[in-house]
């Protein structure tokens, strides 16, 4: 018998100091682990909450999608995201976040919180509208009023579906060669079943 057996109580087992000391460490060791995951969802939850909502602030002429007949606006979600109307965080939100807040990239923490606010606090419709009338069509025209005017002289709520589909080629993600993308346009919203075939044959490249 050593002596430390000897300082034991008669009655208290050899295995339950041990024991005792595991089951003690194991609280210790979950009492830590629950403060780190409070304080990081405190931290995550802080962090979301000061990451504003982005809102519209354009001091140029802007049109409404509203105003616009709605294959024009399905134009523009063919060329850019088809998913749009379906999904979350899509592409369309996505540059409408990136333009509007000047953020630099559209897969960053800050903008995917930005993204998800706007997805959540705005229609689809409302973003649609943000997001055209901030998006660049080239040749210096930043937004659909002006890109209207740029290319075809008119006003943005006078667009056929036909010049619309081109204008979206300024969006598309692959910028395509423009009769290129003008046809995989339409042929988008055919399969989308918002535009018939048979007007879908009809329609002329705009030259």
Do not use: C
Not at 23 to 34: E, F, H, K, P, T
């Amino acid at each position: 018998m050593t002596l430390a057996d000897m300082a034991r109580p008669a009655n208290e087992p050899a295995a339950v100091v041990p024991a005792r000391r595991r089951s003690q460490r194991l609280v210790v060791g979950l009492s830590i682990a629950l403060l780190l995951v409070a304080g990081g969802t405190f931290a995550s939850s802080y962090y979301y909450d000061s990451v504003p909502l982005i809102e519209s602030g354009i001091s140029y002429p802007v049109v409404s999608v509203a105003e616009l007949p709605p294959a024009v606006g399905n134009a523009f979600v063919a060329a850019v995201d088809p998913d749009f109307y379906d999904s979350g965080d899509s592409l369309i939100t996505r540059r409408y976040t990136v333009v509007a807040a000047g953020a630099d990239e559209e897969s960053g923490l800050r903008t995917r919180i930005m993204v998800r606010k706007a997805e959540t606090s705005y229609t689809k419709e409302e973003i649609l509208d943000r997001y055209l009338n901030r998006a660049d069509y080239g040749r210096g025209a930043v937004g659909l009023v002006a890109a209207a005017q740029t290319y075809f002289n008119k006003p943005a709520a006078q667009l056929t579906l036909a010049e619309a589909a081109l204008l979206a080629v300024q969006l598309h993600p692959d910028r395509p060669a423009p009769k290129d993308g003008w046809e995989r346009v339409l042929d988008i919203m055919v399969e989308r079943g918002w535009l018939a075939a048979a007007e879908r044959s009809s329609l002329t490249f705009p030259g």
